[in-house]
């Protein structure tokens, strides 16, 4: 049977799929889903097209043949399993993002409590300057299950620095210009929500002032890190 794609799109799609997978691992890993919640999708450089999770696997079970191919509009292009019940949400923000190679999603705990109460992530330490440029922000309560979700990220993350958004009363979602970077900014999401908690356990927190956020998030976004491996970087003190 000859491949209705081209050699150079089959790699892609195949680089990806695997790339998907091996991502994945960091999300149990990094304590961010429960049972088969969360999930990370790459676009498919060259081709209007994405990656993404199979809905209702479990993490162990994920391979790279496993992973689904859909369009731009979320429709199943190829592969064995139902996607992502998430994957309108994902298929809008690549749509929308030209930018944007990669998304996630988490119920990551206690980014998800700040999301429950509807609040924002304040900008309180130089790690949240340095990785999302200001307050985390809140975006629109939406139904799971069409584009609404995807609606909802594009817009709160319109204008923004942060690439992530805390979807009210139900989880995180984050954007990047690889899916690794994605999933790093889902980790440093959920870092940043469990400090922030903690400080405000003993006290009132002390806001930065925004020419100190955009002098952190400058250097962090353009200096910071080994060449090429910015995304690397754990955080700006280091
Ligand atoms: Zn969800």
Redesign the pocket.
Known sequence: MTDRFSPEIRAAIEAARADVCALHAYLPKSGLVAWT?GNVSARVPGADLMVIKPSGLEYEELTPASMVVCDLDGVLVEGDYKPSS?TGSHAYVYRHRPDVGGVV?T?SPYATAWSARGEAIPCVLTAIADEFGGDIPIGPFAL?GDESIGAGIVETLAGSRSPAVLMRS??VFTIGASARAAVKAAVMVEDAAHTVHLARVLGPVIPLDEADIKALNDRYTNVYGQPGRAETAKNGDS
Do not use: K, L
Request: hydrophobic share 15%.
């Open positions: 919640s998430d999603h119920h799971i139900h989880g």
